[in-house]
């Protein structure tokens, strides 16, 4: 097949490739940016130039955000004359993703950091330069948006030597947007970067850093050649599976996509070898040339264990096996998600699922839907409770309903995290009273200029419960944070359940902290009344700790549910009518003769009073 | 033919649609045109005539009619002449079924003793008022053209015509209506002694002025309340409910509408008009929905041709059962099994899921060979209804 005449020219050594991640807090600008070096590299014409080109995921490009690791290369000729491969692997850039940000930096030898110069550092952004660190990458400090009226450079710059402790006096002002100063960070991103350094000559060694489930292709991986190279035909095994493949296609995106007839070392791209079983290519894990394998694995990159559970129902029980099929190809590419089948008295068979995050979990949801054509009903999300058993045994539950009788345990733990916030300092008082409320407990604080960093332990239930909603609200959006599991700690908590009609619903059950326990159980039998819609009979909601009912509400029943008219006429539009109220009914899950919509498993979570 | 037997075996109607009114209701949803610049009364009874001759080509009828109803719009806009003309047309092409029931709607705001005699002598024998209501400031509010004085005088004018079969039109739960003032209402119209009364919840449709900017109605609660002191007052006064919405006294059911409920066939001529056939099919009648264009002028252009049809739609063998009772269950009597298998050519059997379903939730009555909605059933027909859905 005849190569492009860019496709040649990149074929450099190793010593003339690059590869870095970028990591910018949302809306930081970093989509903007790589377009801007797709755009100088003429990996694309203006007409091909599609906005913002490494978000492809839809529901990232809804929301702004990345989740899934993506490689462009590009050839970028340099002020020496000299043509340059530079692999970008993007990451995303949400607390809930710190493990797929690792598996992108892991594959890198460089990351810029994109700093808003008129907002500011912020803290995942923080979190995500320390992994860099920890991954001996070279972290170029890069000042976005200074064609702002509000930038401030010079107090940002500051602000990242204070917080971050990198240097950044020398960090390149630009404007994504109007493209001010891109050219020089492509020039400084060769200059400073180191090359990959690994053994051309040696046995192959390759890291998966991501795979995904094609239904054409089977599993597709990106991978990292980090010794060796990898060539179209040759027999590969996977390290963990020890298995064969035969490499049946290599492609890079530049950004349009081309096929390769090999990967050098050093470089990235894409790979397919015919694996057709979803967990064939597990990321994180190591390739090698099964004619001549390596010595060793790679030592892939830190696993981390879920933190937020919720169960996953298919509305209709004929889609669960759908449902187990569509959480298996998920899996592939998001090793962070853990499933094992649950079955609710109230919604069937399901799946209680294990997330990073409340973001992760939404994600998870939005994707079964849409992708897989999924309706499911998500229960509300619960940490993992550690409970001391009286015969001596220590017990993890991720599922209130499965909570002992409190007679059978001494104590009940819940998880504590530390939590690191970063905020202007006008937001401080907002955000300590907030803290306070979700019974956290302050343990340093340090102003950097006019920023400050707070850190407090928090129970997580009570970070689980939209406190990043709230704490976006009391800061108007300036604040940030990241947090790390400390430990399990006692605390008095009770299980709060829901009977509805008497019936006591498993998926509704909720574990709170004593204190708050009424006050929750009012404010959650009043959220159920009103979204649970009317129907036939009356539907009594009540909350209750243990036999004793603290709490009740009504849905009174509609009198009356019927078309006034009919005659011969339009008989359509009345049939229409009908279909609609059963279409809703559809959505709903039945419990005993009750309709029960998903927003009411839902209001579990939202602890505000109402309005 | 042997093969039309079956469908020979179901009553057949007739409905004219007239779609002219002075003026649109906010609430209205019908087939209705305001009538600027006058009515071309011939050139419509002649497209309304070209329309049967076209229906009745298609498939011939030897069925005789055993209604006719000219509803609109305002159909009382037309004069007696028109519908005398009109009338006689029908009657040179289809047989009447003796004891034809031929019934047009009238507007108070609308009457004419000239006209109302004439309908008479043409064969009318059932006028149907449209009051709506008897409180001048809600008849107002309804965008109505008459006041209270002009739906008795309406009464009374079709008295002394000679008609002896009277239905008034009624509406409940108007915007801020008290239960009180709903009464009131009920009362004012069977003081009026009419021989039936449609009594109907005002609901708001899409597509009307009310759907765009509706407005405060009672709550499911008020509403609720209304119809049962109003179904008191009518019992009372000898109004026995047969239908969600109809009232009669003794031996004076509308005809018409029952056919419907009954899931009769009927013929349907006019601009966006209704029309309901069955053949004999291979495992159930062949039920076969059509609709006229709603545009007054293209009917006017196309009647008489294949190009006046809005839409035909070849009810399903799976959807009879929801068709069916989506009618014969807004009947108080329901239906009998039989009068199911009649009317669609499927074994009853093809019920027996939903009706097991209904019968749990409480919403049937069954006897013998009967199944009738409960009180309940009848409240929240919607429920009952949405079983039989396909």
């Known amino acids: 097949m005849p190569q492009s005449p860019s496709a040649k020219e990149m074929a450099g050594p190793q010593s003339r490739i690059r590869n870095f991640s970028i990591i910018a807090h949302i809306d930081h600008g970093k989509s903007t940016l790589a377009d801007r070096f797709i755009h100088l590299c003429g990996g694309l014409s203006d007409r091909e130039m599609q906005a913002q080109v490494l978000d492809n995921n839809p529901i990232e490009r809804e929301r702004g955000i990345t989740i899934k690791a993506q490689a462009v290369r590009l050839a970028y000729t340099a002020h020496d004359g000299q043509v340059y491969q530079l692999n970008i692997i993007d990451t995303p850039g949400h607390v809930d993703f710190s493990y797929e940000v690792s598996r992108s930096l892991a594959a890198c030898e460089g990351a810029l950091l994109v700093v808003d110069a008129s907002q500011g550092v912020e803290a995942q952004s923080v979190a995500n330069c320390y992994t860099a660190i920890e991954y001996d990458l070279e972290v170029l400090p890069v000042l976005n948006k200074i064609d702002l009226p509000n930038a401030e450079p010079e107090r940002v710059a500051a602000e990242i030597e204070d917080i971050i402790g ?160 569509a959480l298996a190809k998920l899996r592939l590419n998001d090793a962070a998600l853990q499933y094992e089948p649950e079955n609710s008295t109230a919604l069937g068979f399901g799946f209680r ?136 700690q006692p605390a008095p908590l009770v299980r709060l359940d829901v009977l509805v009609n008497g019936e006591r619903v498993d998926a509704l059950a909720t574990i709170v902290h004593r204190d708050v326990a009424f006050s929750r159980g009012r404010d959650l039998t009043e959220r159920m009344q009103s979204v649970i819609p009317r129907q036939m009979f009356d539907v009594a909601i009540q909350a209750a700790i243990g036999a004793k009912i603290i709490a009740r509400t009504t849905v009174k029943a509609l009198r009356k549910n019927v078309l006034a008219k009919c005659y011969g006429g339009d008989v359509s539009r009345k049939r229409k009518l009908l279909e609609k109220q059963k279409a809703g009914k559809k959505r709903m899950k039945q419990v005993g003769a009750v309709e029960i919509p998903q927003e009411a498993f839902l209001a579990v979570l939202q602890t505000d009073p109402k309005s | ?221 008020a509403a609720w309340a209304i119809q049962q002191a109003g179904q008191a007052v009518l019992a009372e006064a000898g109004f026995a409910q047969y239908e969600v919405s109809a009232y009669a006294r003794a031996g004076q059911r509308c005809q018409h509408n029952l056919n419907y409920w009954t899931f009769g066939d009927y013929l349907a001529i006019g601009a966006g008009a209704h029309a309901k056939r069955s053949q004999p099919g291979e495992h159930a009648l062949q039920v076969t929905r059509r609709a006229r264009r709603r545009s007054p002028q293209a009917y006017l252009d196309l009647a008489g041709s294949k190009a006046a049809l809005d839409s035909v739609r070849r009810v399903g063998a799976d959807e009879l059962p929801f068709e069916y009772t989506m009618n014969a269950l807004r009947l108080n009597d329901g239906f009998q099994l039989v009068d199911f298998e009649r009317g669609t050519g499927l074994a009853a059997a093809a019920l027996d899921a939903p009706l097991a379903q209904a019968r749990r939730l409480g919403l049937i009555i069954e006897a013998a060979d009967n199944v009738r909605p409960s009180a309940f059933g009848l409240a929240h027909l919607n429920d009952l209804l949405e079983l039989f859905l396909p």
């Open chain 2, 1 to 221: 033919m042997l093969r039309t037997s079956l469908a020979v075996n179901l009553p057949l109607a007739l409905y004219v649609h007239f779609p002219w009114c002075v003026r649109k209701c906010p609430y209205c949803d019908f087939n209705s045109h305001v009538a600027a610049g006058g009515i071309p009364e011939d050139a419509y009874v002649e497209a309304l005539l070209r329309d049967l001759d076209f229906e009745l080509r298609e498939a011939p009828e030897t069925r005789p009619l055993v209604s006719i109803f000219l509803g609109g719009g305002t159909p009382s806009l037309f004069s007696d002449r028109a519908v005398g003309t009109l009338l006689e047309a029908v009657a040179k092409r289809l047989a009447f079924a003796p004891g034809i029931e031929i019934t047009l709607e009238a507007n108070p705001g609308t009457v004419d003793a000239g006209h109302f005699r004439g309908y008479r002598a043409a064969g009318v024998n059932r006028l149907s008022v449209g009051v709506q209501s008897f409180d001048d400031a809600q008849l107002k509010r309804l965008g109505r053209i008459h006041d209270r004085r002009a739906a008795q005088v309406a009464v009374d004018v079709a008295r002394a015509a000679g008609f002896d079969n009277l239905n008034l039109d009624l509406m409940f739960a108007l915007p801020q209506q008290t239960l009180g003032a709903a009464c009131d209402d009920l009362r004012a119209a069977i003081a009026c002694a009419p021989e039936h009364l449609s009594w109907y919840q005002l609901t708001i449709e899409p597509g009307t002025i009310f759907g765009a900017r509706p407005p405060k109605l009672p709550d499911n609660e």
């Open chain 1, 166 to 325: 990198i240097e950044a006096k020398d960090a390149l002002k630009i404007s994504a947007k109007t493209g001010e100063g891109v050219p020089d960070v492509l020039e400084r991103l060769v200059e400073r970067l180191p090359s990959p350094k690994g053994d051309a000559a040696a046995p192959l060694q390759a890291l998966i850093i991501d795979s995904w489930y094609d239904d054409y292709l089977g599993v597709v991986s990106l991978v990292r050649v980090v010794n060796g190279r990898i060539a179209k035909g040759m027999k590969v095994r996977v390290w963990s599976t020890q298995a064969d493949h035969e490499v049946s296609l290599l492609r890079v995106h530049a950004p349009k996509p081309e096929p390769r007839p090999s990967l050098e070392c050093g470089e990235v791209g894409i790979m397919v070898a015919g694996i057709k079983q979803v967990d064939g290519a597990p990321v994180g894990d190591t390739l090698t040339d099964a004619a001549r394998p390596c010595a060793d694995r790679l030592p892939g990159f830190k696993r981390v264990a879920p933190r937020v559970f919720a169960g996953l129902f298919p509305v209709s029980a004929d889609d669960f096996e759908d449902l187990r099929e």
């Open chain 1, 353 to 488: 699922v294990g997330f990073l995050g409340m973001l992760h979990m939404e994600i998870v949801q939005e994707r079964l839907e849409r992708e897989y054509g999924l309706n499911l009903i998500t229960t509300a999300p619960a940490v993992v409770y550690e409970v001391a058993m009286r015969n001596g045994e220590t017990r993890r539950i991720d599922n209130p309903a499965e909570l002992p009788d409190p007679g059978e345990y001494d104590e009940l733990r819940e998880p504590i995290i530390l939590c690191r916030l970063l905020m202007p300092h006008t937001c401080v008082g907002a955000v300590m009273k907030l803290c306070v409320d979700a019974r956290g407990v302050q343990k340093n604080m340090v102003y950097h200029g006019s920023q400050v960093q707070m850190e407090f332990e928090l129970p997580m239930a009570e970070v689980v419960m939209n406190f990043f909603d709230r704490l976006k609200s009391v800061s108007r959006g300036y604040a940030s944070f990241e947090y790390e599991f400390l430990r399990f």
